[in-house]
Each structure stands twice: as structure tokens, then as C-alpha cells.
Nanobody, 127 residues
Framework: QVQLVESGGGLVQPGGSLRLSCAAS????????MGWYRQAPGKQRELVAK???????NYADSVKGRFTVSRDNAKNTVYLQMNSLKPEDTAVYYC?????????????????????WGKGTLVTISS
């Protein structure tokens, strides 16, 4: 079974930096797209940043120039480097992956249209 595990959340002061990590496990060969969403209390989950396996990235306007998404495809891991953090960045950050290819032991399987989610990691920006 595919699992996504986030790490790196915590408390940081405004203007500070934090790096989140998310590793996909469970016979995953490749994830076509991996990225990060966040959800603040009382709000819907929103895209923060995502990246394809070949390095094409997309960012929310609110984080452009401050956040950087990167991947280590060999480790099936996606990162989110967050700089110049603001109080409004406070949220639970969720790792997301779609288009996962798995090796079942005898064949490869592409999970088209199936999204996987991590359990989330809390990021709090406060002085």
C-alpha cells in the first residue's frame, strides 16, 4: 500500500525558514506529480506547490518567491523549502502524490487518476 509520510513541521518565527520532507513508500517506482497542500482552520485545502518527475513546478501566488519545491526521484521524496515565513502561512501541510507507478513484484502498475495523501504536518508561524 502506498504511504506518504511528512516531516519537518514545527514552530518558527516570522521571517524564519523551515523545510518539509515527504517520502513515498510501498513499492513506489515513480510518482508523476508530488507536491504540497495546506489547510488552515476553517478554510479549504489549497495547493502550495507541486512538481512533476521531470522538474516542472507550480506554485500558489501567495508563496512565489518564498517557497521552493524540489524532488529526489531516487528516494521518491519531495521537499518544500519555506523562507520568509509569515503568520498567514500557519496551517497543516499535506503531502500529495498522483500518477504513481508501482511494482507489484511481477509487473508495473500505473495508478491513473488516483491521489495519495499524507497525514499532514503542522507549521506554525508566530513570534
Amino acid at each position: 500500500q502506498v504511504q506518504l509520510v511528512e516531516s519537518g513541521g514545527g514552530l518558527v518565527q516570522p521571517g524564519g525558514s523551515l523545510r518539509l520532507s515527504c517520502a513515498a513508500s510501498g513499492s513506489v517506482v515513480r510518482a508523476n506529480v508530488m507536491g504540497w497542500y495546506r489547510q488552515a482552520p476553517g478554510k479549504q485545502r489549497e495547493l502550495v506547490a507541486k512538481m512533476t518527475s521531470v522538474g516542472s513546478a507550480n506554485y500558489a501566488d501567495s508563496v512565489k518567491g518564498r517557497f521552493t519545491v524540489s524532488r529526489d526521484n531516487a528516494k521518491n521524496t519531495v521537499y518544500l523549502q519555506m523562507n520568509s515565513l509569515k503568520p498567514e502561512d500557519t496551517a497543516v501541510y499535506y503531502c500529495n502524490a498522483v500518477g504513481i507507478t508501482r511494482y507489484t513484484g511481477s509487473s508495473y502498475e500505473f495508478d491513473v487518476g488516483l491521489a495519495y495523501w499524507g497525514k499532514g504536518t503542522l507549521v506554525t508561524i508566530s513570534s
